[in-house]
């Protein structure tokens, strides 16, 4: 069974700088895409950014140039480095994997969600 572990997230005045970690463990054939969401009070789950195994990211308008997305092969482990937060980054931060458990057979995790909060 694969797991997701996050870490990282918190209150953080406008302005400020928080990483998010998410550590994948458990038995896969390989991980593809691996990628942040988050979801705010009252609105729906929406990305943030994702990676692919080459490296490739893709990121909400939103972010664009304040927040940064790498991932650690070796480590299975993918971060979210977020700069110049806004309270309306505030929501629950999601880790989310595409993997493989064998050639051809995919499947999605999830972690537990981080709160991050942007407040003064």
């Known amino acids: 069974q694969v797991q997701l572990v996050e870490s990282g997230g918190g209150l953080v005045e406008p302005g400020g700088s928080l990483r998010l970690s998410c550590a994948a463990s458990g038995s896969m054939f390989s991980i593809n895409v691996m990628g942040w969401y988050r979801q705010a009070p009252g609105k729906e789950r929406e990305l943030v950014a994702d990676?692919?195994?080459?490296?490739?990211?893709n990121y909400a308008d939103s972010v664009k140039g304040r927040f940064t997305i790498s991932r650690d092969n070796a480590k299975k482990t993918v971060y979210l480095q977020m700069n110049s937060l806004k309270p309306e980054d505030t929501a629950v931060y999601y880790c989310?994997?595409?993997?493989?458990?064998?050639?051809?057979?995919?499947?999605?995790?999830w972690g537990q969600g981080t709160q991050v909060t942007v407040s003064s």
């Open positions: 989310k994997v595409w993997f493989e458990v064998a050639r051809g057979v995919g499947r999605i995790a």
């Open positions: 990676i692919t195994s080459g490296g490739t990211t």
